[in-house]
């Protein structure tokens, strides 16, 4: 079992920065594929970001490509995502979720751990 914990999410006006970070405990991350998923109001969850076990394979959605960066760390079993220059479209509770895998993928059903979630909300 993998327990998931977000932070970093808040209130930022639009064109800031915010750094969402997501601990794991239970397992070392250095065996999962990891993503971030947002759902924004009225919305259903969608994918942002993924990265495999070593970091070295990124996927990001079109949207965000450019502004954000996910990243990882497996000596502090940690994942983050850098967002900059956001955008009020960007706001959504955004979930970590670790895949049973070492590959990064993109489809919400193929990852098995899932964090309670951050709310991100961007303002004009």
């Known amino acids: 079992q993998v327990q998931l914990v977000e932070s970093g999410g808040g209130l930022v006006q639009a064109g800031g920065s915010l750094r969402l970070s997501c601990a794991a405990s239970g397992r070392t991350l250095s065996s999962y594929g990891m993503g971030w998923f947002r759902q924004a109001p009225g919305k259903e969850r969608a994918f942002v970001a993924a990265?495999?076990?070593?970091?070295?394979?990124?996927y990001y959605t079109d949207s965000v490509k450019g502004r954000f960066t996910i990243s990882r760390d497996n000596a502090k079993n940690t994942v983050t995502l850098q967002m900059n220059s956001l955008k009020i479209e960007d706001t959504a509770v955004y979930y970590c979720?670790?895949?049973?895998?070492?590959?990064?993928?993109?489809?919400?059903?193929?990852?098995?751990?899932w964090g309670q979630g951050t709310q991100v909300t961007v303002s004009s």
């Open positions: 990265i495999n076990w070593s970091g070295a394979t990124t």
């Open positions: 979720a670790a895949r049973g895998s070492r590959t990064a993928a993109v489809g919400q059903h193929l990852y098995d751990y």
